[in-house]
């Protein structure tokens, strides 16, 4: 009867919140060798959840995340170190969800008003690449937006890295817990905001948030973003 009962609650909820202790990061592990050289702090991000396999969501992003370089060379540090070197210093911070690493700042909107709270009544994917399922998701939220609405035009562009996930069935998620859910299946990716926080309470039309697959090999993942809003001179 107990186990029933956990499988029908994880059949319910973010299977993040129902992943086995294994399957969860740790801080404490151990990161043999990590260097960036002249990165922003969101490629490092991204090129060390690349290296570890695990996911990133970053759900705020400013100006110096995008200028401020960073240049790091660490051996037989912990994970939560080296986190701390790429994020500390901007006035970020990370905390560990599931199989994924969320990094996040005291300026972000919180509660409704972010839309990466949006809840998905039901959303489900069978096996494909990580980039057509946070597509597939882009349309759910937009639906979930706008309940009237009758269908959607337009393509999703994808970089051309296919990383796979297995299929996944949420219901009554947040935008959050799917991205989160999608990057930490097979720690192959990542999702990234693409709006300042000031703006996130509304749909700007270029898409919230960017889910990106790892395998780019000049690690400039921060390129594939199309952010409006901060200033930012060609990056």
């Given at each position: ?76 540090s912990t994970l939560a ?155």
């Amino acid at each position: 009867m107990r186990l029933a009962l956990i499988a029908a609650f994880c059949a319910l909820t973010s299977p993040i919140f129902c992943q086995p202790v294994a399957n969860r990061i740790e801080p404490s592990r151990r990161i043999a060798h990590f260097q960036v050289q002249d990165q922003n702090m969101i490629d490092a991000l991204l090129q060390l959840g690349q290296q570890e396999e695990f996911g990133v969501g970053i759900d705020y992003i400013d100006a110096a995340a995008f200028e401020r370089k960073l240049s790091i060379s660490t051996r037989d540090s912990t994970l939560a170190s080296v986190l701390d070197q790429i994020t500390k210093e901007l006035g970020y911070k990370w905390s560990v969800q599931g199989r994924a690493i969320n990094v996040t700042h005291p300026g972000a909107i919180v509660g409704k008003r972010n839309l990466l709270n949006t809840r998905i009544r039901h959303f489900k994917v069978d096996p494909m690449p990580l980039e057509q399922a946070g597509c597939q998701l882009a349309i759910a939220f937009k639906f979930a937006m706008n309940p009237k609405m009758k269908g959607l035009a337009g393509d999703c562009l994808f970089a051309g890295i296919e990383q796979r996930i297995d299929g996944v069935e949420m219901n009554g998620s947040t935008v959050r817990e799917i991205l989160n859910a999608l990057v930490s299946q097979h720690g192959n990716g990542a999702w990234v905001v693409q709006q300042p926080s000031w703006t996130m309470n509304k749909d700007l039309g270029f898409g919230v948030w960017k889910l990106l697959a790892y395998g780019r090999a000049d690690g400039r993942y921060s390129r594939m973003l199309q952010v409006r809003g901060l200033g930012l001179t060609a990056h």
